[in-house]
């Protein structure tokens, strides 16, 4: 298991209800890192794709998971990340795995979301903010925002510290008057078998966490609509 130097947080855009995410709050939210004094310094991407068995054989279903999700994280890219949540499962390889999926052909990808924007440095910070979009769509799914914490890797030792920032940072959004805001749900990480030293396997099951509320707000609103 890879052990990072340390510590992320991963974030999503709330909107309050009855309405969704545009490029407007988009934009709100990256002058925002900017007037808090944030160095741009590149492009980031991640990727999530959900999986689903192909049944040659229908008594091939209760040997296989129902669904699973692939991650690819742009500080590992040699690595892809498997994560199973109905049993709580995580799992790293190496990122040819995925071309060795291909050719079996047992799963297919039934959704992947490009997870992308630009990095900031904030002092002992770094934060990503980005848009969520289908791979072959410029459709706004859904906004983010990765804060990394470089001194630490515990996650209990740097908890305070990390909720201080994302309480300032929290603030300054408010000051704009959005109609929403960006929310944490953590995971519980011992489920899935990970210590308090954080790894890049924490922040794959973050970013399962996030396409999973992603998802779901998605139906609420189709559902109110």
């Known amino acids: 298991m890879k052990l990072c130097l340390s510590l992320y947080r991963v974030l999503h855009w709330q909107p309050n209800a009855g309405t969704t995410v545009n490029t407007q709050i988009l ?20 990727t999530v794709t959900y999986y689903k068995p192909i049944l040659r054989d229908q008594s091939q279903a209760p040997e296989l998971p129902r669904d699973f999700l692939g ?5 590992q890219p040699n690595k892809y990340y498997f994560i199973i949540r109905g049993q709580r499962i995580v799992l790293e390889a190496d990122s040819s795995i995925q071309t060795i999926m291909e050719k079996l052909q047992s799963y297919k990808s039934r959704v992947a979301l490009y997870f992308e924007g630009f990095q900031y440095q904030l002092g002992d910070f770094q934060l990503r903010v980005g848009k969520v979009t289908p791979t072959h769509s410029d459709n706004l799914r859904g906004i983010i925002m990765e804060v990394e914490y470089l001194p630490l890797s515990s996650i209990d030792k740097s908890r305070q510290v990390m909720e201080e ?11 704009r008057s959005l109609p929403g805001h960006f929310m ?10 990970l210590s308090d030293h954080y790894s890049s396997q924490h922040t794959a099951v973050q970013y399962a966490t996030v396409m999973a509320q992603l998802i779901a707000t998605q139906s609420v609103q189709a559902a109110r609509n």
């Open 27 to 46: 934009n709100e939210v990256t002058q925002c890192v900017e007037s808090i004094n944030g160095v741009k310094e590149g492009r980031w991407k991640a």
């Open 165 to 175: 920032f994302v309480d300032i940072w929290q603030e300054a959004i408010s000051k």
């Open 71 to 75: 991650i690819s994280l742009p500080e």
């Open 184 to 193: 944490h749900m953590e995971p519980n990480f011992v489920e899935y078998g």
